[in-house]
């Protein structure tokens, strides 16, 4: 790996700025392909779904929890949708911890490939389809198991 060809105290000096290269470069790819997420709120919607159910159901008994059931799940659905961030935002408001868990996927992406700056890793990426489509799968199944979020792409 990246770690074990550089001396142990070059590395620790590198790091931070190797890390924030590989954002710039997730966020770049995102960027392109007009990505977005958000984060599912399956608790809210649940809950609001169930209120509304319940409320029906004394309302207008049998009938009236098959009513609010199905007014309560499109509220539900309603509240959740439409907070889609793009992922290029959230990249870059991931705590460190993140960033790193990030930074060691994707250096294992990119073993094989050397840069200097965020800009020659970048152009390095954007050349190669195999990179850019190995390095998009790893960051939606990063977003959508991380951070629980539904991956939108805007055309």
């Known amino acids: 790996t990246e770690s074990e060809m550089r001396p142990e105290g070059h590395w620790r000096v590198r790091m931070p700025v190797m890390v924030e290269d590989i954002m710039k470069l997730l966020c ?22 169930g209120a509304v159910a319940f409320v029906g159901g004394l309302v207008g008994g049998p009938p009236g929890l098959a009513v609010g059931g199905a007014v309560g799940g499109l509220l539900g659905a309603w509240m959740t949708s439409g907070q889609f961030k793009p992922i290029p935002q959230i990249l870059m408001e991931l705590p460190p911890c993140e960033k790193e868990k990030l930074f060691d996927e994707v250096t294992n992406i990119l073993r094989h490939v050397e840069w200097t700056d965020a800009v020659q890793l970048t152009a390095l990426v954007m050349a190669n389809e195999v990179l850019q489509q190995q390095l998009l799968a790893m960051l939606v199944g990063y977003v959508t198991k991380e951070l629980q979020a539904e991956v939108r792409y805007d055309d």
């Open 28 to 49: 770049s790819i995102s960027e392109q392909r007009k990505m977005k997420a958000a984060v599912k709120h399956s608790g809210k919607g649940a809950l609001v779904t």
